[in-house]
């Protein structure tokens, strides 16, 4: 049986970044999402905070509004956020961790000590038929919790292999192993880059890749269809 190639999820929030830098409206994230899909992106995250640093909650609605393909809502574990996707229904949520004071999401979420709060917020998701995912580091504690709260996907948090610290592939590759055993569907990402996507890409286990900053900071030099087409190819070369 053919594996199939892993599927591209293009965070755009550093578009809004790069809006918000300056006020106004352009450029505009929609017009970012609309031009990532028609490079071969499978879906769009973005991360809704709550301080609202980059993306706006009139970004989601009408990014939400205006595309087909399946939303990835990155979130605090608050009541305010699980709200709002619950009122905006995308595909899936993503559960992350959240300081206001980080730059950008610096470890996994800690699944197995938050569990009695993430419990009710995950099922009031799943009841609304929103597809939940975890965003957790490579550790099996963390991942059996993420499998007793009922999410259904589990986002491995890349960035200690971005930093190439000493054994974190075959971390990450024991912990997408558990992630089938689990019955999670394993996803990746944080810190992917052209360099360092295929040894994660060619893990059997892992079904989705999202990837944001890098992405929007080539687009700045070479545009955002040839950045997307350039990782596609990549992650479908992957062995």
Not at 74 to 97: F, K, Q, S, W, Y
Not at 148 to 176: P, S
């Amino acid at each position: 049986m053919t594996r199939p190639t892993p599927r591209l999820g293009v965070n755009i929030d550093h578009v809004a970044t790069l809006r918000n830098a300056r006020g106004g409206s352009h450029p505009d994230p929609l017009d970012a999402a609309l031009a990532a899909l028609a490079a071969g992106a499978d879906g769009i995250t973005l991360h809704l905070r709550e301080d609202r640093r980059h993306i706006r909650d009139d970004d989601l609605a009408r990014i939400r509004a205006t595309i087909t393909a399946p939303i990835n809502l990155e979130m605090a574990a608050t009541p305010e956020m699980v709200e709002i996707a619950c009122a905006t229904l995308p595909h899936a949520c993503c559960i992350v961790p959240e300081r206001r004071a980080e730059i950008t999401t610096e470890g996994g979420l800690d699944a197995a000590g938050q569990f009695d709060l993430l419990r009710p917020l995950v099922r009031r998701l799943n009841d609304a038929g929103i597809r939940v995912s975890l965003f957790i580091d490579p550790d099996p504690a963390q991942l059996r919790a993420a499998a007793e709260l009922a999410a259904a996907v589990v986002e491995l948090h890349t960035g200690a292999y971005a930093e190439n610290r000493t054994g974190e592939l075959t971390r990450l590759a024991d912990a997408a192993l558990l992630t089938e055993e689990l019955g999670l569907e394993c996803h990746a990402g944080h810190g992917l880059t052209y360099a360092n996507i295929q040894p994660v890409a060619a893990l059997r286990q892992v079904r989705e890749l999202n990837i944001g900053h890098y992405l929007i900071g080539e687009a700045i030099l070479h545009g955002l269809p040839h950045t997307v087409r350039h990782m596609r190819a990549l992650i479908a070369a992957a062995k």
